[in-house]
C-alpha cells in the first residue's frame, strides 16, 4: 500500500483563504509599477501599495492554469518589474501589509511574504509597539502631503506620546496583547486617528473606516476623439468608426504588446449637446494590439453599452418626438485603466492546461456582458437541488459517486424555470415517462407527497416541455427543451 504525504508549506496561502487584495512592495529600482494591477499609491520613496483585487480574476486564473502557488506566480514578475531586492507584503488590508512589511525589513526580509499565511499570521502576532509606531510615521507624512482634513500632525505626536505612556503604564508588551480592547473607547481617548489606525490593524477588510487611498497618477494615457460630420445612429456605422479608432490608440500604444487595457472610457456627445461617458471594462486584461485589426472583444463591449444607453436613453424621452435611437456626432475614448505584462511573462503564461483553456475562457469573458458561471452536481433527485455554484476549473473533489446523477441528467432540459408552473394539459400532445424521483426519506417528509413522475411533453407543434405530476394528480411545468 502506498502512503501519501502532504507536506504543509506554512508560507503559502491556508485552504479556504480569499485572494489577497493588496499587497505592498519595498524596491529601489522600479521599472513598471502597474505590474500586477491599474490600482497603485506611491507611500514612500520606495514603498508602492497595489490593488490586486481589481486584476483577481485574472491572477487567479493564470494560477490555477500553471498550477502553482501564489509565490511561484508572483515571483518572476515582481523580479522582472521591481528587481531581485524586492520584498512585497500581500494581505486583505493595506494598513496591516505596511506593518508586516515593516517588520519584514526590520528583520532584512527578502521575497514574497503572504500575510494570510500560517507563518504570516503567527508572524503578526508577534509584532511589538516599535513597529507599530514607526509604521505611524508614513501615514502621518501622507495625511499631511494629502491635506487631509482633521487631521493635524502635532495633535497626533501628541496623542501617540500619551498612548506610550499609557501601555507603559499598564504594562502591555505588545499590541496583540490588547487587540481586543474596544476601538470606540480608544478613538475617545488617545483621538480619531489612532482609533482608525486600531481598527486597520486588528479589523482588517471588515473595518468600516477607510484607508486615505491616493492613485498614482499614470502617464498620459491613448485617448482619441472624433468629430463626425453628419449625425450617426445605426450601430454598423459606429463600429466601423471605433473600429478605426481602436486603431488608433494601439498607434498611441506604439503597437506595444506588452500593454493590456483593463478600462476604457467612451465619452458620447448627442445631438442634442448632451455628453454621456460610459465605461468599456474587461474583466480580464485585454491586449488591442492582439485583437486587430477587428476588434472583436473592444466592439462585443461598445455594442453592449451602447444598446443600454440607448434603452435607458428611450425610457426616460418618452414623452419627447426623438428618433428610436439617439443620433450621436461626436465621441472621444481614452484608456483609463492598463496593465503591462512583460514578454517574459506572456511566455510563462502561454501553456495551457490539458483539461481546460484559461485563454479561451478568458478571451470569451471579456466579450460577454455577465460573468461565467460554473456548477458541481448533488446527490438529490429533485432539479432544483442537484446541483450547486462552484469556482471556474475548481478541483474540488467530489464526496460521493456522480455518475448515476450524471446519467439522470442526460434527460433533463437546459432550461429550467426559477419554479415549477402549475399547468393543466389541453388537446393531444405526445407524453413521454421520462423518471420518477423523490426526496429523500429520511428527512422526515411523508414520502409519498414527494414523488415526481417527469415526461416529456410535446405539442402539436413540436415544441417539448419538460413537465411532473405529483402524487395528487396535478401537472407543473418545470422546462423546456431546445
Known amino acids: 500500500m502506498n502512503a501519501t504525504t502532504k507536506i504543509i508549506d506554512l508560507g503559502e496561502l491556508r485552504a479556504g483563504d480569499a485572494f489577497p487584495s493588496h499587497v505592498a512592495i519595498h524596491a529601489t529600482g522600479v521599472t513598471n509599477p502597474y505590474a500586477l494591477s491599474p490600482e497603485v499609491m506611491r507611500w514612500s520613496e520606495t514603498i508602492y501599495l497595489v490593488r490586486v483585487d481589481s486584476c483577481s480574476r485574472f491572477w487567479q486564473a493564470q494560477k490555477k492554469k500553471l498550477r502553482c502557488t501564489l509565490g511561484e506566480l508572483f515571483d518572476p514578475i515582481l523580479r522582472y518589474h521591481f ?51 514607526a509604521t505611524q510615521q508614513g501615514l502621518a507624512a501622507q495625511l499631511c502631503k494629502l491635506g487631509v482634513k482633521g487631521f493635524n500632525p502635532d495633535n497626533f505626536t501628541a496623542r501617540q506620546a500619551q498612548f506610550r505612556r499609557f501601555i507603559e503604564r499598564v504594562g502591555i508588551a505588545a499590541p496583540r496583547a490588547m487587540s481586543g480592547a474596544d476601538a470606540n473607547a480608544i478613538t475617545r481617548r488617545f483621538g480619531a486617528w489612532l482609533g482608525r489606525i486600531w481598527r486597520w490593524s486588528f479589523n482588517g477588510e471588515e473595518c468600516s473606516d477607510r484607508f486615505p487611498w491616493v492613485r498614482l497618477a499614470p502617464s498620459a494615457l491613448p485617448r482619441v476623439r472624433r468629430e463626425l460630420e453628419y449625425p450617426v445612429n445605426d450601430w454598423s456605422f459606429i463600429e466601423a468608426l471605433l473600429r478605426e479608432d481602436f486603431a488608433r490608440l494601439c498607434e498611441q500604444f506604439r503597437r506595444d504588446d506588452c500593454e493590456h487595457v483593463n478600462r476604457m472610457l467612451w465619452e458620447i456627445s448627442l445631438f442634442n449637446d448632451q455628453t454621456v461617458t460610459v465605461d468599456l471594462s474587461f474583466r480580464h486584461p485585454y491586449s488591442l494590439h492582439r485583437d486587430m485589426p477587428e476588434f472583436t472583444t473592444a466592439l462585443y463591449q461598445a455594442r453592449y453599452v451602447y444598446d443600454d444607453l440607448v434603452a435607458r436613453l ?51 469573458q471579456n466579450k460577454l456582458p455577465i460573468a461565467f458561471e460554473s456548477y458541481r452536481p448533488c446527490a438529490c433527485f429533485y432539479p432544483e437541488q442537484s446541483f450547486r455554484s462552484a469556482p471556474i476549473g475548481s478541483s474540488e473533489p467530489e464526496s460521493f459517486d456522480n455518475l448515476q446523477w450524471c446519467q439522470s441528467a442526460a434527460a433533463k432540459p437546459l432550461f429550467y424555470y426559477p419554479e415549477a408552473i402549475r399547468f393543466e394539459p389541453t388537446g393531444p400532445m405526445q407524453r413521454v415517462f421520462l423518471e420518477r424521483n423523490a426526496q429523500p426519506w429520511w428527512l422526515g417528509e411523508d414520502a409519498l407527497q414527494s414523488i415526481r413522475d417527469y415526461f416529456l411533453l410535446r405539442d402539436p407543434r413540436g415544441r417539448a416541455s419538460w413537465v411532473f ?14
Not at 94 to 105: A, F, G, H, I, V
Not at 107 to 112: A, L, N, R, V
Not at 325 to 330: D, I, Q, S, Y
Not at 469 to 482: I, L, N, P, V
Open 83 to 133: 528587481g531581485d531586492d524586492h520584498v512585497a507584503v500581500f494581505g486583505n488590508h493595506p494598513w496591516q501589509c505596511l506593518l508586516y512589511l515593516n517588520y519584514q525589513l526590520r528583520h532584512q526580509g527578502k521575497g514574497i511574504h503572504l500575510l494570510q499565511s500560517r507563518l504570516g499570521q503567527n508572524l503578526y502576532r508577534t509584532l511589538d509597539w516599535e513597529c507599530w509606531f
Open 469 to 482: 405530476r405529483d402524487s395528487e394528480g396535478a401537472w407543473f411545468k418545470h422546462g423546456e427543451y431546445c
Open 314 to 364: 428611450q425610457a426616460r424621452d418618452t414623452d419627447l418626438d426623438l428618433p428610436e435611437n439617439m443620433p450621436l456626432v461626436a465621441w472621444r475614448v481614452e484608456v483609463c485603466e492598463r496593465i503591462s505584462l512583460a514578454p517574459e511573462l506572456r511566455d510563462l503564461f502561454a501553456a495551457v492546461s490539458e483539461q481546460i483553456d484559461y485563454a479561451q475562457i478568458m478571451a470569451l
